[in-house]
């Protein structure tokens, strides 16, 4: 069936399974709507398929104040694009293009700026600004719906450095000022509260439970803690609480002590920790072809692969399971918080105290007398130093292979740990530590012991989601997975 004959069916339908995968264009009002917009559907020859709000905007259609394009879950970012656009929406996220331009992006993932304007045109129907022009200003209108923060700090918060130039991209987006968007939805600005909420929409069905758990047996004590079915944790100077609204088909977050040009960071980052854009129904498509992964799935659409807030605390993390339980590695981490980690102000949630140890201070611990093996040690503080002279990066612009080769070059990490980061610090969907002893074990079942070199050829047919299939299989075995 043609992609427009589904996308017709699906907008006909208001199938929510389809929300965030497309956007329509309505010709007769000039706007654009998610395909689960109430109004009366428009007649098909007054519509136009996109395939993100951004191509939408792109063609001069405005953003619907009736279904709030803002609030549909995460295009996906993964499915039917090349690496090179995956990556590139990632960078974009962290605010690659608020001061580089697109020649330094594509400078930083390896093409010509040409090419990277044509691969985004060809995948996402919009150019590198339009998309980041477009995350910016849904990120402002989700605040103006749903905090009292003013405006000023609005725009900052969105990427813009004068209040001004907000207003006008705004009103050319919207049609309208922001304030009197504010007046429209019923937010009438009070004086902002010390912690801001904000929702952040996921794809369901989404398995709260599971990720929670996941966290709650590998939380860094003093740094995070899960809690009558809420996440906590610090990140620099403030902390983040994250719990499931599934009403509302959102998680969310609540934000202390973080400064407002830093709030679109730490929401992008959230929503890399909870992978709350994963494409979960192309994802179990692949799975359930193979009979092992169909049986673990179960009743389940798909599981999540957890991130990470600091991809050098997940490192270091990744070193202390080497060989031993995830409840022994979860002590060590804790041990060396307490002796090297930064202490946050008091009144800190759930018991939080210490902001994870930095690349600088680990480079010259000495942390044999936390009960570190002197190899494990030492390797600790080769990555520390590798992280601080710059010849360990986890730029998400880079090739997760050449990522991969940087850190087997120190001596004390192997490709288990290589493949292990990559899964949660890059969010490279395709990583996958064959050698896993619970991988081996899950796979093998109740028949003879697989090989790491059998696993590897049985998943050649999962990719490119092989790191959802060992997320997969290690929660058949729990306590297993680093």
């Not at 974009?92 to 990277?116: K, Y």
């Not at 692969?305 to 022994?328: C, H, M, N, Y």
């Amino acid at each position: 069936m043609p992609p427009n004959a589904v996308y017709e069916r699906a907008r006909l339908a208001r199938d929510a399974r389809f929300d965030g995968q497309f956007f329509v264009g309505v010709k007769s009002t000039g706007i654009y709507c998610r395909p689960i917009c109430p109004a009366n559907p428009p007649k098909p020859e007054n519509v136009e398929y996109y395939p993100s709000a951004a191509a939408a905007g792109e063609a001069g259609f405005r953003p619907c104040l009736r279904c709030r394009p803002e609030c549909a879950p995460g295009t996906p970012a993964w499915h039917g694009t090349s690496t090179t656009v995956r990556r590139g929406l990632r960078l974009i996220a962290n605010g690659a293009l608020d001061d580089g331009s697109v020649e330094d992006l594509a400078e930083r993932l390896g093409v010509t700026s040409r090419h990277l304007r044509r691969l985004f045109t060809r995948h996402l129907g919009a150019s590198p600004l339009a998309v980041a022009h477009t995350q910016r200003l849904h990120f402002a209108k989700r605040l103006i719906d749903q905090t009292q923060l003013p405006m000023r700090d609005i725009a900052v918060a969105a990427g813009y450095r004068s209040t001004r130039r907000f207003n006008d991209a705004f009103r050319t987006t919207y049609g309208r000022a922001p304030r009197e968007l504010r007046r429209h939805v019923g937010n009438v600005a009070a004086k902002p509260s010390a912690t801001l909420a904000i929702d952040l929409p996921y794809r369901t069905p989404f398995d709260w439970t599971a990720l929670l758990g996941f966290f709650a047996a590998r939380a860094v004590p003093g740094v995070e803690a899960v809690s009558d079915g809420v996440y906590h944790r610090t990140v620099g100077t403030g902390t983040i609480v994250v719990c499931d609204c599934p009403d509302a088909r959102a998680l969310r977050l609540s934000v202390a002590g973080v400064g407002t040009p830093d709030l679109f960071a730490v929401v992008q980052k959230v929503r890399e920790i909870f992978d709350l854009d994963a494409p979960v129904g192309e994802i179990r498509k692949v799975l359930v072809r193979d009979p092992m992964l169909k049986r673990a799935l179960g009743r389940r659409a798909v599981v999540r692969v957890p991130g990470t807030w600091d991809p050098f605390e997940l490192s270091v993390r990744a070193i202390l399971g080497q060989q031993v339980s995830v409840k022994a590695a979860t002590t060590l981490a804790g041990r060396i918080v307490e002796r090297y980690g930064s202490p946050v102000a008091a009144g800190a949630p759930a018991n939080l105290t210490h902001v994870f140890p930095g690349a600088d201070t680990l480079a010259r611990a000495r942390l044999e007398g936390l009960g570190l093996t002197t190899a494990r040690a030492a390797t600790i503080r080769r990555l520390a130093k590798a992280v601080v002279d710059g010849d360990v990066s986890f730029d998400a612009a880079q090739d997760p292979a050449g990522f991969r080769a940087s850190l087997t070059a120190l001596h004390g990490i192997g490709e288990w740990t290589a493949q292990y980061v990559a899964m949660r610090a890059l969010k490279h969907p395709d990583a996958f530590p064959a050698s896993d002893l619970g991988l081996l074990k899950a796979a093998s079942g109740d028949g003879a012991r697989v090989t790491p070199k059998a696993l590897e050829a049985r998943a050649e047919a999962w990719r490119p989601w092989r790191a959802y299939a060992a997320l997969l299989l290690w929660n058949t075995l729990p306590g297993s997975g680093g």
